[in-house]
């Protein structure tokens, strides 16, 4: 495949991104833009411009650099302003993300934006405004902006591509095990038969005991893991798209949802994942002080692929543990984050291997 259509910071600077965002038709043209970062630009003033351009751009701007000898050639300013910079050698600053293949990897950004532009787009205004806003704000803002996909074209394309599904089955009389052990306060999630998803059932029941934690100071410490082979396959594709009343929607995951006090308690709470963690199953834990994950964990935020955002809380958690940067390059790919990586990223704190239930 050929290489990914690329603008040097020059370009950048004369407003070459800054074209007409929508067509005729409203769609979205052209949602992502890769810069060349190996043409330097020609001045402090073209550069400054850069900047400034890349600020206010609508679009996501991909920096993408082949240099294999450092990244000191970088300029810090423009990599704090561009949503995401891809290059080949491994890096501890989160605003870089290190893949073999630089053009490779855009290729495969410039894709994904293109299959699902509306969020795209949505999502890297999402991340650039998040650190401004307090986390009950910030959730609001990613809540109305997944109310607005799940109305949209793509998400409905997605549902009619996929074989109808039933209901999820009614979940057991306890979807989660709440114990309380001297002044720790264990909760496990307990639909190891669907890989404890984050339904409506299960929902309810893990903010009725983080509601507990949260009136009774005597507990000091919250222990969050999942029974089964996951600690959370994401949302329950069997309730995907079946709010026909978006706006109760919005108000039910912002003030029955398990993020807000998540993060209210979030220097009582260890969480211990294990299994598959996807979507709400790192989005939610995220918001936690302490994460403990089994070496053999996998994270992973599919929701661009059906047209959507992270919509349990992780366009708000995530960034702040790991940087909007690489929280960008997580959705836009959708590929799994092994637990070693997601150390080496600070989206977790520890590895440690659980038990057969990851209890």
Known sequence: ?????????????????????????GTVEDPLVVVDLDQPAADETVLRRA?????????????????????????????????????????????????DDPEATARTLVRAAADSPQAAVILGRLLRTGPRLTVGQALDAESLAYSALL???????WQAARAPRRPPPPA?????LVC?????????????????????ELRDALVAALDLALLDDTLTEVVLSGNGPSFCSGGDLGEFGVARDLDTAHLIRTRAGAALPLHKLRDRVTVRLHGNCIGAGIELPAFASRVVADPGAVFRLPELGMGLIPGAGGTVSVPRRIG????????????????????????????????PTGA
């Open 324 to 355: 909007r940067w690489r929280t960008l390059h997580l959705v836009l790919t959708g590929c799994p984050l092994t637990a070693e990586r997601a150390l080496d990223w600070g989206l977790v704190d520890e590895l440690s291997p659980s038990g």
């Open 180 to 200: 309380r052990d001297g002044d720790v306060l264990r909760v496990t999630l307990n639909r190891p038969e669907r890989h404890n998803a984050y339904g409506r």
């Open 51 to 99: 900047v400034r351009r890349a600020a206010e751009c609508d679009r996501l701007l991909v920096g993408l650099t082949r240099t294999t000898d450092g990244t000191r050639h970088l300029v810090s300013p423009l990599l704090d302003a561009l949503d995401l910079t891809l290059v080949p050698v491994d890096s501890a600053d989160r605003r870089l993300v290190a893949v």
């Open 1 to 25: 495949m050929a290489a990914p259509t690329m603008m040097r910071v020059e370009d950048l600077a004369a407003g070459a991104a800054q074209a007409e965002l929508l067509g005729a038709d």
């Open 151 to 157: 109305a949209g074209r793509r998400f409905a394309r």
């Open 172 to 176: 057991p009389a306890d979807p989660v």
